[in-house]
C-alpha cells in the first residue's frame, strides 16, 4: 500500500464533541478480548472497565480513570475485518441514520441504546467504510485528549474525495476545503471554521483486504519508542515512522490486523 497522508491536525486538543458531525468516540471489535486488552493496556497504558450490557461483551478503555474508547467482542463465528471505528456525534441518531439510507449508505447496526449512556447506529458509507454515530445522554464520548493514548485525528481513506466529500457533508453540513499540494487528492472537514476530519482519495492504492475505510490516529510521546514498542506486543508496521508537518506518524497495526497511526506531535 502506499503511504498514508500525513494527519491534517490543527492543534490536537479536544474538539466541541456535541456539534453534530464531529468525532466523539472510537471502538474497535476483536475476536480476541484479552489479548487486546493486554496488548494496548502496555501500549498505550489504558485500563479497561466492563462496558454497558446492552451491546454484547465489551470493555472501557480508560487513562486515568476517563474513557478513551471501548473494545467489544466480536460474536462467535463472525470473520468481519478487525478495525477501529469512529463515532461522529448527532442530535438525533434515528433522524441521521435514515439520512445516511436516503444517501446511498446503509446502517447495519441500530439504531439502540448504549447502556442508558447514549444511543448509537454503525453504518457505511457508498463506498463501504464503516462509521459510527453517536447521539450522547449521560455520556458524551471520549473524555480525554491532547496526551499520549488518546485519538488525536480521523481521516477517511477511500477511492477519491469528491463523492465521500459530498456523502458526508450531506450528513452533518461540513465544509470540504481542499488540503495540502495541489495534485493531492485531500480535502479537510470543517465545521465552525476548524478542521475536525480528513478525506484523502488514493484511488486504486486503497489495501485490497479493506477498501475505504477511516483511520484513527493515536497520540504517543515518541513515535519511534512506540512503534518498537508496539512491535514486541506482536504488532506490524505498515509505513515507518516519519516526519510531516504535523508531527512524526508511522502507519501500524495491532495483532489482529486493525489498523491505525501512531503520531507524536510537532511542538
Known amino acids: 500500500m502506499t503511504e498514508a497522508p500525513e494527519p491534517d491536525v490543527p492543534n490536537g486538543r479536544a474538539h466541541a464533541r456535541n456539534r453534530p458531525g464531529t468525532p466523539c468516540r472510537v471502538s474497535l471489535m476483536v475476536q480476541g ?15 479497561f472497565q466492563p462496558g454497558p450490557r446492552r451491546l454484547g461483551p465489551g470493555v472501557r478503555a480508560l487513562l486515568d480513570g476517563r474513557e478513551v474508547g471501548g473494545i467489544g467482542q466480536l460474536p462467535p463465528g463472525e470473520h468481519l475485518p478487525v478495525a477501529w471505528t469512529p463515532y461522529l456525534a448527532s442530535d438525533d441518531v434515528d433522524l441521521t441514520a435514515e439520512q445516511v439510507r436516503l444517501c446511498g449508505g446503509t446502517i447495519g447496526v ?46 477517511l481513506l477511500t477511492y477519491e474525495t469528491a463523492g465521500a ?23 479537510a472537514l470543517h465545521l465552525d471554521g476548524r478542521p475536525v476530519a480528513g478525506v484523502h482519495g488514493v484511488g486504486r492504492a486503497l489495501p485490497h483486504d479493506r477498501g475505504p475505510h477511516w483511520m484513527t490516529y493515536f497520540e504517543v510521546a515518541d513515535t519511534d519508542e512506540a512503534t518498537e514498542r508496539l512491535v514486541a506486543l506482536g504488532g506490524r508496521v ?9 508531527g512524526r506518524v508511522a502507519t501500524v497495526t495491532d495483532p489482529e490486523g486493525a489498523r491505525f497511526a501512531l503520531m507524536a506531535r510537532s511542538l
Open 165 to 187: 466529500a459530498t456523502f458526508y457533508t450531506r450528513l452533518f453540513g461540513y465544509e470540504p476545503k481542499p488540503h495540502g499540494s495541489a495534485d493531492a487528492d485531500r480535502v
Open 33 to 47: 478480548m484479552a489479548a487486546a486488552q493486554a496488548f494496548y493496556g502496555e501500549l498505550f497504558g489504558w485500563e
Open 238 to 246: 505498515l509505513t515507518p515512522a516519519r516526519n510531516t508537518t504535523h
Open 110 to 155: 441500530g439504531p439502540l441504546e448504549g447502556g442508558g449512556n447514549g444511543r448509537l447506529a454503525i453504518g457505511s458509507d457508498p463506498w463501504g467504510a464503516v462509521f459510527g454515530l453517536w447521539q450522547a445522554e449521560a455520556h458524551p464520548g471520549t473524555e480525554v485528549a491532547g496526551v499520549p493514548g488518546t485519538p488525536v485525528w480521523h481521516k
